[in-house]
């Protein structure tokens, strides 16, 4: 992937596929490096610091851009479990799943595949519109 030497808060949150607001409060609490442009208080985010914050966090970058994923609450809801019951199931390796700085996410095939092996029905994911 091809990265600019300096990036705005906004090209972060597209290629981690996150909002804005969530690039600007990983950088309020230090969890991306960067500066802020003198006299602006808009924030700037280096190539490198992009760099290390994908490596330190293992954001999977590749499938990021081509996946789909869900939250665990909405993970939960389509498997017809509790989000604490299927954040166990992440902890305990049964289902894959990788965090973007502070949250979990599971891509769409990790849990179709998952349900189909646990004989969860598919129906609530199916009725999901497409985006």
């Avoid at 851009?65 to 299927?86: D, G, I, M, P, W």
Wanted: hydrophobic share 40%.
């Amino acid at each position: 992937m091809n990265l600019k030497p300096v990036m705005t808060t906004t090209e972060v949150a597209n290629i981690l596929k996150v909002t804005n607001n969530t690039v600007s409060t990983w950088f309020d609490k230090g969890l991306i490096d960067g500066y802020r442009n003198p006299g602006a208080s808009t924030r700037r985010i280096p190539e490198n610091a992009f760099s290390e914050f994908v490596k330190t966090h293992k954001i999977p970058i590749a499938r990021l851009q081509k996946e789909k994923f869900f939250t665990t609450s909405q993970s939960a809801f389509f498997c017809f479990v509790s989000r604490n019951t299927l954040v166990a199931w992440i902890s305990k390796g049964h289902l894959p799943a990788f965090t973007l700085a502070t949250r979990m996410y599971v891509f769409k095939k990790d849990l179709l595949a998952f349900m189909e092996q646990n004989y969860i029905p598919l129906t609530r994911i199916k009725k999901r519109k497409k985006h």
